[in-house]
């Protein structure tokens, strides 16, 4: 019951509906140790929606700075819920994220923070991708 007051609060503060499909997706990402693959979205939500729907909602969600992307080991996106400190409508996706080799997870590392970028005159930087890949924690336990 928690997850849904917590989802209902992050709709209305980013002036978003609050669908049947958002609440869902949206405590289905703060569930998750993990950042999530539309296939896995598709798998835990409770009621049918086409692709379109859950597209639609991923990029409502983007652009409000709820989620961000990262990539998968085969180059797909992932969907990861933003931490509480990046604000709205402006990603600071300054993290690094592991793709763990064994179960194929990405995770988003928030303590591990990416290096300030100083490029020459005349480049603009729009993004910045800094991923590690190893054996995840759980992985190893077992």
Excluded: W
């Amino acid at each position: 019951m928690e997850t849904t007051v917590k989802a209902e609060n992050i709709l209305k503060s980013n002036g978003l509906r609050k669908t049947q499909i958002r609440l869902e997706m949206l405590q289905i990402f703060m569930g998750s140790k993990h950042a999530l693959s539309v296939n896995d979205i598709e798998k835990d939500l409770k009621s049918s929606h086409d692709r379109v729907t859950i597209y639609r909602a991923l990029n409502s969600f983007e652009e409000n700075g709820i989620l961000h992307q990262t990539p998968d080991p085969n180059g797909n996106m992932r969907y990861a819920i933003c931490s509480d400190s990046c604000p709205e409508h402006v990603h600071q996706d300054k993290h690094a994220h592991f793709i763990c080799e064994e179960c194929n997870q990405t995770y988003c590392l928030e303590d591990v923070k990416i290096p300030d970028v100083q490029l020459e005159n005349g480049y603009q930087l729009n993004s910045i991708s800094y991923t590690m890949n190893g054996v995840c924690k759980e992985c190893q336990l077992n």
